[in-house]
C-alpha cells in the first residue's frame, strides 16, 4: 500500500514538526487537536517554519504555499478515518494514548497504519486496546526535536509488527529525508536507552559535589567533543521531560542507573523546568548569556 494520506495527532512542537515534513515532502496531511485555537497555532508555527527556511533559501516561495496547500486541521479523529496512516503525538500518557487508540480502530479503515511518537512507551502496551489484525499494523515512529532539522527516526517494531507494514514505515520516513535506525520494542529505544542514564549521571555528579555545573558541561562539550553539555542538554530537554522517561525506564528495568536522582526530582517539584519555565541548570532570563543557577 502506497502512503498518500496522512493524520498527524496533536499540533504542538513535536506534531506540528511531522505535519510540516510529511507536507513538504508531497504528503497530504490532516492534523488533529481538541480545540480550533490550537489547530490556528499548530498551522501558524509551521507557517513561521517555512518562512524561515524561505528566508535562506532552503525552500522556494512556491514550494511554501504548496506545503501549506496540503496541511489542514480538524477536531474530530472521524477526519482521519481515510488515511493511509496515523502518527500520534499527543500528551505522553499511557492511558491517553490507549484510550485514543480504541477510538481509532473503530473509524479507521483496516488498512490504515498506527504510528506513535512515543520516546518512552511500550508500543505493545498501547496496541493491545485494538483488534488482532490492528496489532500487526502498530509501529513506533520516534522523531527528533526540532522535527523539520533533525534528520532521525527511531521506527520501532512489536513482536507482531507485519514486516511489510515495518517496511512502509521505513520507506516513509526516507521519503521525508530522516535517516531511519531500526529498534525493537523495548522502553527508550536506543538514543533514551543510551541518554539519559549519561544526563542522570551529570545530575548525581553535580549532586555529589564532583564539580560544578559550568564545569561538567565544558568537561563534556572540550573533553568529548560534544555539541553542548550534559546539564544544558537537560535544560534543552525539559527537566520535567527528563524525570517522567527516568521514572518510565526504572519502573519498566529496577536498574539503578535509570532512577531519577533527588535534585532532579526537587528541581522538578519546584518547577524548575529548564529553557521552557526560564530556569533549570541555568537562568534564563538573558537566553544569549545563560548564568548557571545556585542549586547546592
Known amino acids: 500500500m502506497a502512503i498518500k494520506k496522512i493524520g498527524v495527532l496533536g499540533a504542538g512542537l513535536m506534531g506540528a514538526g511531522i505535519a510540516q515534513v510529511a507536507a513538504t515532502s508531497g504528503y497530504e496531511v490532516t492534523i488533529i487537536e481538541v480545540s480550533d485555537e490550537l489547530i490556528k497555532k499548530g498551522l501558524g508555527g509551521i507557517e513561521k517554519s517555512l518562512a524561515k527556511f524561505t528566508e535562506k533559501g ?3 516561495a512556491e514550494q511554501k504555499d504548496a506545503t501549506m496547500a496540503r496541511l489542514r486541521g480538524a477536531t474530530k479523529l472521524e477526519e482521519v478515518a481515510d488515511t493511509d496512516i496515523i502518527i500520534e503525538a499527543i500528551i505522553e500518557n499511557l492511558q491517553v ?15 490504515t497504519i498506527f504510528a506513535s511518537n512515543t ?3 511500550s508500543i505493545t502496551e498501547m496496541m493491545t486496546v485494538a483488534g488482532a489484525e490492528r496489532q500487526r499494523r502498530f509501529i ?11 534528520k532521525l527516526v527511531e ?5 507482531l509488527t507485519d514486516d511489510d507494514v515495518y517496511a512502509e514505515a521505513v520507506t516513509l520516513a526516507e521519503s ?45 562539550k572540550l573533553g568529548c567533543n560534544h555539541p553542548m553539555g550534559p546539564l544544558t542538554l537537560t535544560d534543552f530537554v525539559g527537566l520535567d521531560t527528563t524525570y517522567y522517561i527516568a521514572n518510565v525506564m526504572f519502573d519498566e528495568f529496577k536498574e539503578k542507573r535509570f532512577a531519577p536522582p533527588p535534585l532532579l526530582k526537587r528541581m522538578v ?3 524548575l523546568y529548564g529553557r521552557k519555565s526560564g530556569r533549570g541548570f541555568y537562568d534564563y532570563i538573558d537566553p544569549k548569556s545563560p548564568k548557571p543557577m545556585k542549586l547546592m
Not at 521506527?155 to 513482536?159: F, N, P
Not at 520494542?185 to 555545573?213: C, Q
Open 140 to 150: 513506533g515512529m520516534h522523531f527528533f526535536n526540532p522535527v523539520p532539522l533533525m
Open 269 to 271: 517539584q519546584a518547577g
Open 58 to 60: 532552503a525552500i522556494t
Open 97 to 111: 494514548k490507549r484510550d485514543t487508540y480504541a477510538k481509532l480502530d473503530a473509524l479507521c479503515k483496516p488498512e
Open 176 to 220: 521525508m529525508n530522516k535517516t531511519v535506525v531500526k529498534a525493537g520494542d523495548k522502553t527508550g529505544f536506543i538514543v533514551n536507552r543510551l541518554l539519559v542514564p549519561f544526563m542522570l549521571d551529570a545530575i548525581r555528579a553535580l549532586e555529589e559535589g564532583l564539580a560544578s555545573i559550568e564545569d561538567i558541561d565544558n568537561a563534556m
Open 119 to 121: 520516546s518512552s512507551l
Open 155 to 159: 521506527v520501532v517494531r512489536t513482536i
